[in-house]
């Protein structure tokens, strides 16, 4: 049978599952070659890493192979044979790998194998990949030291990090490791605690949050204890032991167990001190002992630590009002977890309400011996209990932004649907981001990953690197310097930096140095970035005020030829066409002003006769003549439309679409030819407008002005352009709410679904839509069920509604309209929603009441339902035409609908002053016809006839 673990490595990387990786992660923990490898590093060979297995005899690679794969032996050994003339025939064995032994680390600059490797018995190996190797090297090379055994690599490591020793008789270009048996132990890749690379000296400083403690101190108590603590805290890559000031910045805090910062803030610090106190104080329950006590797991003791899960139980035994859930609670302590002030006690992993789990305090960290492992006096617990509340609450603060960076900086695999989504929640309010789209968005979601870097003065990257992120300021700032000319401009949060590089496959052109101290970035890597934004940000086009801010972004996309409108003048290949390879590129708007929006669509949607221009698939002029009341009122597109049909064309506002640039000259001779094509353009804006809302110019007083004025401009304009006449007549026709004048333009354009919308005047037999100005009859009761008949327009405001009721009632004022469900449940309208009576549920009633009675309101008798069904009639009836009647009633219902009230409906009627009546109908239709099945169900008492009528109901659906 397959081990699990093996079956995990045998699936592709993208196949793996976070189960999948821990399975993997705990088997290969006890692996010789894996044993003081740091977590991290370990998490990524788990993703990348391959199962094979081989029988004796079998040549891995010959001398002069190009290495494809880095290997680390788990069972077995393999010889290693080495040629002086090329000739296999000619190679000797100069050594045998063994189990824990890794070689193949030639893949990291692609040289030709020096040796030829052959098993010398039944192998299994773990193997990875040329391209994942070289990018753990890439983001984790100061953890390599004890899979890198080549010494021109060992100075790249940084400090802290050693090669593993090797003889002089194996090539270089092999690499291996662990103990051979013929070479004896090559060295200690680690050294120990007491010399060379003291493990600790990246923990986090203690100087300002804890008084008292040096770091000499720090160091001498950490080198004198080993027992039962496995260190693995990195040394930070290109930090010298005696550097004041640090020259190169790395990827700080890249896992979720490790802290961000090397100097926590006051206020954590304090929190720490103040948790630490009371918690060596009490137990989770009076009379036990103090959470903070040696525990021991296996044949480990650990050192005054704490478990995970009585750790958050004693959180929220704290009588507060502050922490209402174990999440929440988990959030608090990973938020000390971040900052160093509580650590993991073998740094594997972040903050997890789990009782197999231990953490400890930095202070017991460095006090096994000494002041900090002293219990706390009187005067430092009430100390502590005094300031609780207030660290609590900054606690409850911080702890979602914390659970919120463990999600980014976990590998994109193992984030759960739920997680991303929370990811992409947080993205839409990201200024550098507003731009994309959607889809881009959930994509970036998946991958972004959370950088923090401790300090100021340090170097993100350098002018001339190789670009291979892309990075978003979360928290702080950088400054931009290029070479010769210092500083050229600070960037703040919510800026991005370092897409050009990716953009265009080019060195990075300028410098990235931190501003402050803890500076937090949104971090998208290279391939990522190739296979999410690169052509998006590639085929974008932003256009910019004289601030400097965006104010229109264009995205290029393709278009097929067949596609587009080929009698279109504009439609022919131009610069920005493809016509060799049959595609035409055009611009599409992704973001922009309102103002701007309006500009590029009049004059690249509508070209010199008028027309829609583009292929039939371009929705724009269409979208936005649907989506406007979200960020435009009426008034202000009539007063935009109107400085457009008024203005005299310039050479900087007169512009061609479709990405061919045709534009004519403003001259004295074309100055009239060229107005007269853009009052054209603004007229069939407007007629188009009609076709979408017609409604909307019978009812608004303001479009209702604006059209009428536009109508009498058109006149004039009539007698110098006589080619007008055709536009004035459509002007006419709109006036008098008519449409008709569409089928004159409709040649080369696409047919609007509201073009096939039936008309009223023809269809007088058809359901009308319900209008603002229509009457409505209805009854309001009050809290003796007594009530009274009221007849209001539909979009009458609920405070109205209130105030009429209660006169005519003989009530008090200071009613409010309330909604009355069957169940009893009570939804109090807000003082300006409209379409009250159509927002009703089923059976639900209007009631007028004042806050202080609403308790008295109780649903009427008639609310209670039927008390019989009406099987008997149902099965008398033909289930086809029971259905065809259904359908009928509720096609008739949809196509009362208009699509404003998809619009209203989303973002609140009453923000509008709009009813939403015929969707509400709609809507409620669906709630009718369920609840009508349920009830006929229950209400059929014999179970032969509830089968039957069932029966039924599934031949009608």
């Known amino acids: 049978m397959i081990a699990e673990w093996i079956t995990c490595l045998d699936k592709r990387t993208f196949e793996r599952t976070g189960e999948d990786l821990d399975i993997i992660y705990s088997r290969l923990k006890s692996v010789k070659a894996f044993e003081k490898v740091h977590p991290a590093l370990l998490q990524q060979i788990c993703l990348n890493g391959y199962y094979e297995e081989l029988d004796e005899g079998v040549t891995l690679y010959c001398q002069g192979d190009f290495g494809t794969n880095w290997y680390a032996v788990l069972s077995g050994s393999l010889d290693v044979n080495v040629s002086s ?405 600070t960037l703040h949060e919510g800026d991005d930096f370092g897409k050009l590089a990716l953009v265009n496959q080019a060195p990075r052109a300028a410098s990235i140095l931190l501003r402050e101290d803890n500076c937090h970035f949104l971090r998208v890597d290279k391939e990522d970035f190739a296979r999410i934004l690169q052509d998006v940000e590639a085929n974008t086009v932003r256009l910019k005020d004289n601030a400097g801010q965006d104010v229109l972004v264009l995205e290029k996309i393709a278009v097929k030829p067949h596609l587009t409108g080929g009698q279109s003048g504009s439609s022919q290949p131009g610069p920005s066409s493809g016509g060799l390879h049959g595609i035409q590129y055009r611009y599409s708007i992704m973001a922009g002003t309102s103002d701007k929006m309006l500009d590029y669509l009049l004059e690249t949607r509508l070209d010199s006769n008028a027309d829609l221009v583009g292929d039939l698939q371009d929705t724009f002029l269409e979208d936005f003549l649907l989506t406007y009341p979200v960020f435009l009122s009426n008034q202000r597109l009539c007063s935009m439309l109107t400085r457009h049909y008024t203005s005299v064309p310039t050479p900087s506002n007169t512009a061609a679409g479709n990405g061919a640039a045709v534009v004519d000259p403003v001259s004295s001779a074309g100055a009239g030819e060229a107005l007269f094509h853009k009052k054209r353009k603004v007229i069939h804006f407007v007629l188009r407008w009609c076709v979408m809302a017609l409604h909307e110019f019978r009812e608004d007083p303001t479009l209702l002005a604006f059209i009428n004025e536009l109508y009498n401009s058109c006149t004039n304009d009539v007698k110098t352009y006589p080619q007008l006449k055709g536009e004035l007549h459509a002007l006419e026709q709109a006036r008098a709410g008519k449409i008709t004048y569409i089928s004159e333009f409709r040649k080369q354009t696409r047919q609007y679904v509201s073009q096939t919308r039936r008309s009223e005047e023809h269809h007088p037999e058809k359901r009308k839509s319900i209008r603002g100005t229509d009457e409505n009859i209805f009854k309001v009761y009050c809290f003796d069920h007594t009530y009274t008949t009221l007849r209001l327009p539909m979009d009458t405001k609920a405070e109205v509604i209130a105030t009429q009721a209660a006169s005519k009632l003989c009530l008090e ?86 699509e404003y009230e998809f619009i209203y409906h989303t973002f609140g009627r009453y923000n509008f002053g709009k009813i939403t009546a015929n969707l509400d109908i709609f809507l409620r239709r669906f709630n009718e016809v369920q609840y009508w099945v349920v009830t006929e169900m229950v209400l059929c008492q014999n179970l032969t006839k509830r089968i039957a009528i069932l029966r039924k109901f599934i031949k009608i659906a």
């Open 85 to 489: 003339t090329g000739d296999p025939k000619d190679e000797a064995t100069i050594c045998t790998l063994g189990t824990g032994t890794v070689f193949g680390d030639s893949v990291l600059t692609n040289s030709p194998r020096r040796a030829t490797v052959v098993t010398s018995e039944y192998c299994e190996l773990l193997r990875i990949e040329a391209k994942e190797f070289r990018e753990m090297w890439e983001k984790h090379r100061q953890y390599m030291g004890t899979l890198i055994t080549n010494s021109d690599y060992a100075g790249q490591m940084g400090a802290g990090s050693s090669a593993a020793g090797h003889s002089s008789l194996v090539p270089s270009g092999l690499g291996y490791g662990g103990t051979s048996p013929s070479m004896g132990n090559p060295g200690d890749v680690h050294g120990n605690l007491s010399g060379g690379s003291n493990p600790y000296q990246s923990a986090p400083s203690i100087n300002s949050a804890y008084p008292g403690v040096s770091s000499l101190q720090h160091q001498q108590q950490l080198s004198g204890f080993t027992t039962g603590v496995r260190s693995t805290l990195p040394r930070v890559a290109g930090f010298a032991p005696n550097d004041n000031i640090p020259q190169m910045s790395v990827r700080q805090g890249a896992q979720p167990y490790e802290p961000w910062t090397n100097r926590p803030c006051e206020k954590i610090a304090q929190a720490g001190r103040v948790l630490r106190i009371l918690m060596l104080s009490c137990g989770v329950s009076p009379g036990q002992p103090s959470l903070i006590r040696d525990r021991k797991h296996g044949s480990n003791t650990y050192r005054r630590c704490a478990i995970g899960s009585e750790m958050v139980d004693w959180l929220i035994a704290q009588n507060n009002h502050v922490v209402h859930s174990r999440h929440q609670a988990v959030g608090m302590w990973q938020a000390l977890l971040e900052e160093g002030i509580i650590l993991h006690v073998s740094r594997e992993y972040e903050f997890k309400d789990d009782p197999a789990l231990f953490y400890r305090f930095i202070e017991d960290e460095m006090g096994f011996s000494g002041a900090a492992g002293t219990q706390p006096t009187a005067q430092d617990k009430k100390d502590a209990e005094e300031y609780l509340p207030e660290i609590l609450v900054y606690l409850g603060q911080t702890g979602p932004d914390a659970i919120f960076r463990i999600i980014l900086r976990r590998p994109g695999m193992s984030r759960t649907a739920e997680e991303v989504e929370l990811i992409y929640d947080e993205l839409l309010h990201i200024k550098a981001l507003s731009h994309l789209s959607t889809m881009v968005k959930r994509e970036l979601a998946g991958v972004i990953m959370f950088e923090a870097h401790p300090h100021a003065g340090a170097t993100l990257f350098r002018q001339g690197d190789e670009g291979r992120s892309w990075y978003i300021i979360l928290r702080g700032s950088v400054n931009v310097v290029i070479a010769g000319k210092g500083v050229v401009c």
């Open 813 to 898: 004022d200071d009613m409010h309209l309330i909604e009355v469900k069957s169940t009893g449940e009570r939804v109090v309208f807000k003082a300006n929603d409209v379409s009250v009576t159509s927002a009703l549920s089923i059976n639900g009633r209007l009631f007028v009441a004042s806050r202080d009675h609403m308790d008295k309101l109780h649903p009427l008798p008639d609310q209670e339902g039927p008390q019989m069904g009406t099987s008997q009639q149902l099965e008398l009836m033909s289930s086809k035409e029971v259905a065809y009647q259904l359908t009928i009633l509720e096609y008739e219902l949809f196509s009362c609908i208009h």
